[in-house]
């Protein structure tokens, strides 16, 4: 199953290959339409020319926008559809929504990425094509069911060892690529602990898996432990940044959402959802 976005010159089409099995009903539902591989095919590599067969009318949103999931992204969004702007989101992580930003293929990335030598967010990855929106702040840490003796009270260092030796102590993690992703491997420092290959692709997933029961402990934002009533182990401050093509700064969907960005409606609704504007 893939979805389809406007590839750098917008007269040619480049195919995403969704991250689910092609038998989910969540993944057909949000494919454009399907590919077919050889019978002993394990992967078609990037920029192979393929032929789409498409699941009903073909219909390009009006904004493309690819990179890591956030609940305040879905505020923008919702905004945006609600006055008829039709918005795609392909959560690929940071990492992957940078590359679809430098090949062209988006017309929003949205990425939370620091560079390890200043520890400045984002604005160290740009080219001179690419744009830096300035977004907002939120803060990660560890997610875990309150009342947990093994996490309750303890300081990050305590906890995470912790998670790293306790076998019985299981653990969501996130996608490979994911800004989060790339917080979590740096904290277990090559440690692998149990659960670690459960690699949901957004904030909310790893907040539902510990609150049903179904993992212990996970890193997430704040806004999503006051969601689902979990406690909260602070790990780091970040910035969530939009990144654009400028050759595609101009054109009227993504001169909507810098708009709705900026109003203070929004921001109203950022922050009482936890982020910082």
């Known amino acids: 199953m893939v979805s389809l976005v406007r590839a750098e010159n917008e007269t040619a089409l480049a195919a ?9 009903v969540t993944a057909f539902s949000q494919a454009d339409g399907f590919i077919t591989v050889g019978q ?3 992967s078609v590599p990037a920029g192979t020319p393929v032929e789409v067969q498409l699941i009903g ?19 923008l969004i919702d905004q945006l559809q609600s006055e008829g702007i039709s918005v795609k989101a392909l ?5 992957g929504g940078l590359a679809a930003a430098k090949r062209g293929e988006c017309d929003i990335a949205t990425m939370h990425l620091m560079d390890p030598e200043t520890g400045e967010y984002n604005r160290p990855f740009l080219t001179p094509q690419l744009e830096l929106i300035s977004g907002y702040r939120r803060l990660q840490g560890i997610v875990y069911r309150k009342g947990d003796p093994r996490f309750e009270g303890r300081s990050l260092e305590q906890a995470i060892d912790t998670a790293i030796s306790a076998r019985d102590c299981l653990m969501v993690n996130r996608n490979a690529g994911s800004g989060t992703r790339i917080l979590t491997d740096r ?12 690699q949901p692709k ?3 997933a ?6 049903q029961g179904r993992a212990d402990w996970g890193i997430t934002i704040e806004t999503i432990a006051r969601q689902y009533g979990l406690g909260f182990i602070p ?3 970040e910035h969530y940044d939009f990144i654009m093509p400028k050759a595609r700064l101009a054109r009227p969907a993504v001169q909507r959402f810098c708009a709705v960005l900026n109003e203070a409606a929004t921001r109203d609704a950022l922050t009482e959802l936890g982020f910082r504007t």
């Open 16 to 24: 995403y290959p969704n991250s689910k099995g092609s038998g989910a």
């Open 40 to 42: 002993h095919v394990e």
């Open 57 to 75: 009318r073909a219909h390009l949103a009006d904004l493309m926008i690819i990179g890591s999931h956030c609940v305040g992204l879905d505020v």
């Open 91 to 95: 959560n690929v992580g940071s990492t």
């Open 187 to 198: 904290y277990l420092a090559g440690a692998k602990p149990a659960g670690y290959w459960s």
């Open 202 to 204: 957004s904030h909310n």
């Open 206 to 211: 790893v907040g539902v898996a510990v609150a």
């Open 235 to 237: 790990a780091q401050d």
